[in-house]
Structure formats: structure tokens, C-alpha cells
């Protein structure tokens, strides 16, 4: 079972891209909300999973992805970024759930995988 949630943001992403991607992950993807931020659900394994998409988040390059739901199809928030990066081709960031470190974040690109320091990022 997965994490309550999980987040990901995906470097130029675009409403319709990532519309696109979750119907090729989750079943029954059906648009819930269509405001400033953009609200659909999908199923998997028989559980309803609403995924919340805000493009220009901190009026950055990044759109945010966050997973509601108990049950998705990864593990984690690193597993559900390096799928996302495989399927759209676009670079990837995500928090490690580390409350050591809150703020060091998984960034998964064409360059391979590394890890970053959010406080030097721009979201």
C-alpha cells in the first residue's frame, strides 16, 4: 500500500499532457473540477484516486501532480516520479518524506537521477 499521498512535479507539463498520462495510468479517468486548478479522477485496483494538477506552481516551470489517495499504482512518491519520467520524457521532482531532511527532493532527467536541495530550487 502506498503512502496517503503522493506529490510530483513535472518540469513543463501542461494540463492536457498530464491528463493524457494519468488515463494511461489510472482507469475510468474522469474530470471532476476544471478551475484554477484542475481536479480529475481515475481507479485503480477498484479505488477511486483523485489527482489534484496546478501548473506554474511558485510561478515556476514545474506542475504539480498530487495523488489522493491511499492506494495508487507506486509504492512511493520516487516510484511514481520515475514513471512519469519515463512516460513523458520531461524532468521530475519529488519530496522524500524524510523528516530529517524535509527538504531534500528526488529530481529523476535525461541525466540520470539525483538529489537536490529544495531551498535551492525554484518551484
Not at 501542461?14 to 484542475?38: F, H, K, Q
Not at 480529475?40 to 501548473?55: K, L, M, S
Not at 520524457?89 to 539525483?114: H, I, S, T, Y
Request: aromatic content about 8%.
Amino acid at each position: 500500500m502506498a503512502h496517503d499521498t503522493i506529490e510530483i512535479y513535472v518540469r513543463d507539463l501542461s494540463t492536457d499532457e498530464a491528463t493524457a498520462w494519468l488515463g494511461d495510468v489510472l482507469d475510468d479517468l474522469t474530470p471532476v473540477n476544471d478551475a484554477i486548478i484542475t481536479t480529475v479522477e481515475g481507479t485503480y485496483e477498484d479505488a477511486r484516486v483523485p489527482v489534484q494538477i496546478a501548473e506554474g506552481v511558485e510561478d515556476g516551470p514545474y506542475t504539480s501532480l498530487w495523488f489522493n489517495a491511499a492506494t495508487t499504482p507506486w509504492e512511493n512518491a520516487s516510484a511514481c516520479a520515475r514513471d512519469a519520467h519515463d512516460a513523458l520524457q520531461k524532468e521530475v521532482l519529488c519530496f522524500l518524506n524524510d523528516p530529517e531532511k524535509p527538504w531534500k527532493m528526488l529530481r529523476v532527467a535525461d541525466d540520470g537521477e539525483e538529489y537536490v536541495d529544495k531551498r535551492e530550487m525554484d518551484l
